[in-house]
């Protein structure tokens, strides 16, 4: 043993041959450990030692194992390596992606204030060609016009709906927030529409967390708006919302018997403007699932949905805990 320990290991070596022979008590019998080995030359190379040891007669046996282990401790080497590079990638990536988001949600919100304002402007003077010159307006003039208003207010309603998009989150301070009475007060909002397509919602127990209230609230009246809104002619929607706890997550679901989404779709329909509906059949901007996504984001959740065409759709979003 001692002619390939290394120098400096071969006091330990014989303290511990001492001890055993003096008191038989065992530390490295019967394990694997690494140690260091040394070649003719000098060089230290890593080693694997076991030891077992058994006595016949009063007399102490040992046979021990020893294992060049350079090329495997080279690929752990490497290994860690490439795992640590990877990490360092990913934090980077990370805050590539998060400083890009910033500066779109920023150039999202300059870019839908300033368009606010020439906006207005035409249909500002949409309604004054209206007003002052209705008399000299034929039936194609007073066409021209209306597609003009319904227009301008189809695209205001854009606008607002992109700067709704790029405010939501932002310098808030998360509160506690009672899902039950904010599903009541989503509720107490859609009374008219409830009632118009008699409706039929059942909420489950919902738990108090921790978020962004507004926001919390407009994801709620998202999914049950939409749940009552993309029905089958003729059948009344039936709605249930419930929630579970799962692992550092609340798991919450909106249920319906509406038309159901195509799979094709399922991944499409969050994102801004998409839709799947002429606004005639059902009205509507394409961006209510965009804003769930990005409000269920903040809240360090996902947002997903499982649906068959024609038996209805189920939305399945998570929001995390936060411990205290
Ligand atoms: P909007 O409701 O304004 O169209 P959303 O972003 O809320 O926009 O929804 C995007 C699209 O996803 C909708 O146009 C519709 O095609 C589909 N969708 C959303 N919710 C449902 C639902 N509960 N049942 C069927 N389709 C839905």
Redesign the pocket.
């Known amino acids: 043993m001692s002619f390939i320990l290394p120098e400096r290991f071969s006091e330990m070596h014989e303290v511990g041959m001492r001890r055993y022979n003096a008191t038989h008590e065992d530390q490295v019998f019967d394990k694997t450990v690494e140690l260091e080995g040394q070649r003719k030359d000098g060089s230290i190379f890593p080693v694997e030692l076991s030891l077992g040891t058994w006595q016949v007669g009063g007399e102490s046996y040992f046979c021990g194992i020893l294992r060049d282990i350079t090329f495997r401790k080279r690929l752990e080497h490497d290994l860690e390596q490439s795992n640590k590079d990877l990490e360092q990638k990913v934090v980077e990536r990370t805050l590539e992606l998060e400083t890009k988001k910033k500066e779109m949600e920023q150039f999202l919100y300059i870019a839908s204030h300033d368009l606010q304002e020439p906006l207005r402007s035409v249909s500002g003077f949409a309604g004054l060609l209206k007003e002052q010159y209705q008399d000299h307006l034929d039936e194609d003039g007073e066409q021209y016009h209306r597609f003009i208003e319904e227009a301008t207010s189809r695209m205001s309603n854009l606008i607002k709906s992109l700067l709704d998009y790029s405010r939501l989150g932002s310098n808030k301070v998360p509160v506690v927030v009672d899902c039950n009475k904010l599903m009541q007060d989503v509720q107490n909002d859609l009374f008219a529409v409830i009632g118009e397509k008699k409706a039929v919602l059942t909420v489950g127990d919902l738990p108090q967390l921790e978020g962004y209230e507004v926001e919390l609230r407009l994801l709620f009246q ?1 999914l049950v708006g ?2 009552i ?2 029905t089958q002619p003729g059948i009344p929607p039936e709605v249930n919302i419930a929630a579970s706890q799962d692992k550092g997550f609340w798991k919450f679901t909106v249920r ?1 018997n ?4 195509n799979p094709r ?1 399922h991944q499409k ?1 969050f994102q801004i403007f ?4 002429a606004t005639d059949s ?1 009205e ?7 804003h769930c996504k990005k409000i269920v984001e903040l809240h360090g959740g996902k947002i997903w949905v499982e ?1 068959t065409p024609g038996e209805g ?1 189920t ?1 399945h979003f998570t929001i995390a805990r936060r411990s205290k």
């Open positions: 998202n939409n749940a809104k993309f319906d509406g038309i159901g989404i779709h329909i998409q839709r799947l509906h059902y509507g901007t394409g961006i209510g699932l965009a649906s759709s939305f």
